[in-house]
């Protein structure tokens, strides 16, 4: 009461404007909330868009395929994994299967490997691993029956090379791990860390006379041999849990295992996995002055185990041929200029097979190609390995399967036109490795 006058007094001449303000304020912060509710619900929206699209919540399931083909006939080579006659087939058992699930109702499929092909009193038996994604929040078990389902009509519907027996057939779930462990039995399989496939293009065109590096996984059987002390010496491309395929030249000044480590990764350091060699051979006939027979193996004292980082790179068969203008795959941590350091990290580079008719012509190399090596490059240079890649892989792909076809082994300085680098024939030794390794 004692204040009321007071009160009174004031808000007889400002209530008015004060209620004015006031309202002004109001609708002020309403319009400002719903402008920002607006604003954060577009982002909101936006947000939810490219997260649909970037980040599905679609979930990798695996399965293993067991199935008897009755209208083949096993062949001995069958058992050998790095045979003409298992990559074929498995190629046409692998393509079918993309004709039964691509485009089907049964999901998203995603690629199929044979594992094993086994003899069978009807034929043979197939073991194989199917790979394919669906909303992470269904079973497996759900899937799997609408897998089988899909097959069973496919093998009514459509017409197949191959004839399965349905009886035969059998289908389990398997995890991520069981898968691997499958597809360790094959070489020259690359995965990314989540288990998905690389595609063979995936990688950008990234040169060893430029710039960028390989990310893990997408070359995952190139080593680093290195001198105790002095470093990274040359490349090296594993071919087993055990042995280190590389060029005779890298042990010229030191062929003492004890001196050697081999180490895998992207980068030399630091290493994903650490090696030490206990042994060393090198070619009988190499030749520094020709460089012929640029070839050489080490075994490494304790295996290393295969993931998705660490594998092994598939042989190619004798009797494969490139045609001239292959592409092909080199990498390593050599210098990206002549006479330039070490890279820490992998670099790769597309390059082309170039016929030994061209490579031997006066202007390239002058009749200096013998049967045992293979020119890749470019006829106007500017890719190309260098220094310090010595010894590694140059590999080709086929059907997503990659195969070891060169080592790098010499050239005239480093990405000179009509010059390009050349590589031990690979092909040309595998029965020298076979002997050597027993692989
Ligand atoms: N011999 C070299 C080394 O020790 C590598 C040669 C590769 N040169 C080339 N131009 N492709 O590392």
Same mark, same amino acid.
């Given at each position: 009461?004692?204040?009321?006058?007071?009160?009174f007094?004031?808000?007889?001449?400002?209530?008015?404007?004060?209620?004015?303000?006031r309202?002004?304020?109001?609708?002020?912060s309403?319009?400002?909330?719903?402008?920002?509710?607006v604003?954060?619900?577009?982002?909101?929206i936006?947000?939810?868009?490219?997260?649909?699209?970037?980040v599905?919540?679609?979930?990798?399931?695996?399965?293993?395929a067991?199935f008897?083909?009755?209208?083949?006939?096993?062949r001995?080579?069958?058992?050998?994994?790095?045979?003409k006659?298992?990559?074929?087939r /498995?190629?046409?058992? !692998?393509?079918?299967?993309?004709?039964?699930? #691509?485009?089907s %109702? +049964? &999901?998203r499929?995603?690629?199929s490997h044979?594992?094993?092909?086994?003899?069978?009193?009807?034929?043979?038996n197939?073991?194989?691993?199917l790979?394919?994604?669906?909303?992470?929040?269904?079973?497996?078990?759900?899937?799997?029956?609408?897998?089988?389902?899909?097959?069973?009509q496919?093998?009514?519907?459509?017409?197949?090379?191959?004839?399965?027996?349905?009886?035969?057939?059998?289908?389990?779930?398997?995890?991520?791990?069981?898968?691997r462990?499958l597809?360790n039995?094959?070489?020259?399989?690359?995965?990314?860390s989540?288990n998905?496939?690389i595609?063979?293009?995936s990688?950008?065109?990234?040169?060893?006379?430029?710039?960028?590096? /390989?990310?893990?996984g !997408?070359?995952?059987?190139?080593a680093?041999l #290195?001198?105790? %002390? +002095? &470093?990274?010496?040359c490349?090296a491309?594993?071919?087993s849990?055990?042995?280190?395929?590389?060029?005779?030249?890298?042990?010229?000044?030191?062929?003492d295992?004890?001196?050697?480590?081999?180490t895998?990764?992207?980068?030399?350091?630091p290493?994903?996995?650490?090696?030490?060699?206990?042994?060393?051979i090198?070619?009988e006939?190499?030749?520094?002055?020709?460089?012929?027979n640029?070839i050489?193996?080490?075994?490494l004292?304790?295996r290393?185990?295969f993931?998705?980082?660490?594998?092994?790179?598939?042989?190619?068969?004798?009797?494969?041929k490139?045609?001239?203008?292959?592409?092909?795959?080199?990498?390593?941590?050599?210098?990206?200029?002549d006479?330039?350091?070490?890279q820490?990290?992998?670099?790769?580079?597309?390059?082309?097979?170039i016929?030994?008719?061209v490579?031997?012509?006066?202007?390239?190399?002058?009749?200096?190609?013998t049967?045992?090596?293979?020119?890749?490059?470019?006829m106007?240079?500017?890719?190309?390995a260098?220094?310090?890649?010595?010894?590694?892989?140059?590999?080709?792909?086929?059907?997503?399967?990659w195969?070891?076809?060169?080592?790098?082994?010499w050239g005239?300085?480093?990405?000179?036109p009509k010059?390009?680098?050349?590589?031990?024939?690979?092909?040309q030794?595998?029965?020298?490795?076979?002997?050597?390794?027993g692989?």
């Amino acid at each position: 009461m004692m204040y009321a006058p007071v009160e009174f007094e004031f808000s007889e001449a400002d209530y008015p404007p004060v209620e004015y303000q006031r309202k002004q304020q109001y609708w002020d912060s309403i319009r400002l909330a719903i402008f920002t509710l607006v604003i954060v619900a577009i982002i909101g929206i936006t947000i939810g868009i490219v997260a649909h699209f970037v980040v599905e919540d679609d979930k990798s399931f695996y399965y293993l395929a067991s199935f008897q083909v009755t209208n083949l006939k096993y062949r001995e080579n069958y058992g050998l994994r790095t045979s003409k006659e298992f990559i074929q087939r /498995s190629h046409q058992i !692998e393509r079918m299967m993309s004709r039964i699930f #691509q485009h089907s %109702g +049964a &999901g998203r499929f995603i690629k199929s490997h044979v594992i094993k092909i086994s003899p069978d009193e009807n034929g043979v038996n197939i073991l194989m691993v199917l790979m394919f994604r669906y909303p992470s929040t269904g079973s497996a078990e759900h899937f799997r029956k609408r897998i089988e389902r899909t097959l069973y009509q496919s093998l009514k519907t459509k017409k197949l090379p191959f004839t399965i027996n349905k009886p035969s057939f059998t289908l389990t779930s398997i995890d991520s791990k069981k898968m691997r462990n499958l597809l360790n039995s094959r070489c020259g399989i690359r995965m990314t860390s989540s288990n998905m496939p690389i595609p063979a293009y995936s990688s950008k065109e990234r040169i060893v006379q430029g710039r960028e590096t /390989s990310m893990e996984g !997408e070359w995952p059987w190139q080593a680093s041999l #290195q001198l105790k %002390g +002095a &470093g990274h010496q040359c490349g090296a491309s594993l071919i087993s849990n055990t042995w280190l395929l590389t060029a005779a030249h890298c042990f010229r000044k030191n062929k003492d295992p004890s001196q050697w480590i081999a180490t895998f990764g992207t980068t030399i350091t630091p290493p994903i996995v650490q090696r030490n060699v206990g042994k060393i051979i090198v070619h009988e006939n190499y030749r520094r002055e020709t460089n012929e027979n640029d070839i050489a193996v080490a075994q490494l004292t304790t295996r290393v185990e295969f993931s998705n980082i660490v594998q092994r790179v598939c042989l190619a068969d004798s009797s494969l041929k490139l045609p001239p203008k292959t592409s092909v795959f080199v990498t390593g941590f050599g210098s990206i200029v002549d006479d330039g350091p070490t890279q820490n990290k992998l670099r790769q580079a597309r390059v082309e097979t170039i016929s030994s008719d061209v490579c031997n012509r006066k202007d390239v190399y002058d009749g200096l190609i013998t049967k045992g090596m293979l020119c890749a490059g470019f006829m106007e240079g500017k890719i190309d390995a260098c220094k310090g890649d010595s010894g590694g892989p140059l590999v080709y792909d086929s059907h997503d399967i990659w195969y070891l076809v060169g080592i790098v082994s010499w050239g005239q300085s480093c990405a000179l036109p009509k010059k390009p680098g050349v590589y031990t024939r690979v092909t040309q030794y595998r029965n020298w490795i076979a002997s050597k390794t027993g692989i």
